[in-house]
């Protein structure tokens, strides 16, 4: 009986500690950001990061409870440490257009820097903020950059930006207890800003008819910031075309025609600054087939040709849901983008290395692993051959999904996608 009553003293402890253990909000963190812009420098065999500025900007958006990021997604992570009891109090893994670059056959002879932004939820007291990054070596992340911030220092900028025309697409309630999914206009000049406004609601109407974020439209705020840019478009660099944009985007990263990005994050966080920001879309003025997203980076695509609302659903799903690439068939600028001898971080696609992780017990019992390709098995969850940009050694869910064909989301990309929403909403994830 005394043994009992040690023991169950003993549980009552542990939970206390672990009570305690639980940073809150309120505890450590005022209602509103602070934006950390740092460089991300090298090359294929080293990296290294260094501020370039810090900044306080009016809203938080993120989660409040939900502080500590357990999806382990990503390349990099920032982590906030409370500096007086050396405490994990925010963490949030992301991933850069810089790390792809890092992948690159250029990487390997020439060293680049490039411009990176993360905002955390701004510190009532002084805190360590460090940037982790994954080595692909052993798929672990190790210290980048570790510095002190004092959130009353007169190096934070504190300045309003440019406040842009901003439309609410729609408000279904507090940004910290929604997804704020925010579509930045790009190549669209000002007369054109009615276009953007309408092009919008129409990129929004394509996500909430694709399931599951049909089931979850409540659980949404859409914004709409139009800044205006000089010239209408993007740049075709390949084919020789540049034009004057607010956010510089263009065709062509690393040499691919259809692959449309922009290198430069800070024009994008200068331009949702006053605005609550969970997901970014940048629009893009222009007709060609193209597109790109980096999980909780941003994601891009053109408003004018047939087949965007599909990509920009694709798009969306590495940016917002962490998703990789299901096909295994098309031009890229990587080599050997994945470890095959480790499992990579995105949720549905599996190296096999460790499967448990992944969809194992969405399994039928019965379905092989790995499963034939064949046309009876169309429509069976499995584990297919060919992703992640290889036709061996990497598999996929489905034979086809939104990430591998622009067809209908697989069910283990479907329940990515609602874990995401779940933790934005700041739920049990
Ligand atoms: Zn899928």
Redesign the pocket.
């Given at each position: 009986m005394k043994k009992m009553l040690l023991l169950s003293a003993a549980a009552a402890l542990l939970s206390l500690s672990a009570a305690a253990q639980t940073p809150t909000f309120d505890q450590y963190f005022e209602n509103k950001s602070l934006r950390v812009d740092f460089a991300l420098s090298g090359n294929a065999e080293t990296q290294s990061a260094a501020i370039q500025q810090l900044r306080e900007e009016p809203v938080w958006s993120g989660p409040k409870h939900n502080l500590i990021d357990k999806f382990q997604y990503g390349g990099y992570y920032i982590n906030v440490y409370d500096k007086a009891s050396n405490q994990l109090i925010y963490s949030r893994g992301f991933n850069t257009l810089f790390e792809e670059w890092r992948t690159t056959e250029p990487a390997k002879h020439e060293s680049q820097s490039w411009n990176n932004s993360a905002s955390i939820p701004y510190p009532k007291q002084n805190v360590i903020v460090e940037i982790t990054a994954r080595d692909r070596k052993d798929m672990k992340f190790y210290p980048l950059m570790k510095t002190e911030v004092d959130p009353k220092s007169i190096f934070i900028d504190r300045g309003k930006l440019k406040e842009n025309r901003v439309v609410a697409i729609q408000q279904n309630g507090d940004p910290t207890e929604k997804v704020d999914l925010v579509f930045v206009a790009e190549g669209y000049t000002a007369e054109e800003e009615d276009k953007f406004i309408a092009d919008a609601h129409r990129f929004a109407e394509a996500l909430f008819k694709t399931a599951p974020y049909d089931q979850r439209r409540q659980d949404f705020n859409v914004w709409a910031v139009a800044i205006d840019s000089e010239e209408s478009g993007t740049d075709y660099s390949g084919k020789g075309i540049y034009k004057n944009t607010a956010l510089n985007t263009g065709y062509y990263t690393f040499g691919v025609d259809r692959y449309l990005t922009t290198q430069d994050m800070k024009p994008i966080r200068d331009a949702v600054w006053n605005v609550p920001t969970d997901a970014i879309f940048l629009l893009i003025n222009a007709d060609t087939y193209g597109g790109g997203g980096m999980y909780n980076f941003y994601a891009c695509g053109t408003a004018g040709h047939p087949k965007t609302p599909e990509v920009f659903t694709h798009e969306f799903?590495h940016s917002f849901a962490g998703?990789g690439d299901?096909y295994y068939s098309s031009e890229v600028a990587y080599s050997e983008f994945y470890n095959l001898d480790y499992e990579p971080w995105e949720p549905?696609i599996t190296t096999l290395k460790d499967f448990g992780s992944k969809w194992k017990d969405m399994l039928d019992a019965t379905t092989p692993v790995p499963t034939p390709a064949t046309p009876e098995n169309q429509e069976l969850l499995g584990v297919y051959e060919g992703g992640g940009y290889v036709s061996k050694g990497i598999y996929?869910?489905?034979q086809s999904?939104?990430?591998?064909d622009l067809k209908a989301?697989?069910?283990?990309?479907?329940r990515a996608i609602l874990r995401m929403i779940d933790y934005y909403c700041d739920r049990e994830y």
């Open positions: 799903g998703l299901e549905n996929r869910p489905k999904c939104m990430m591998n989301f697989c069910p283990v990309c479907q």
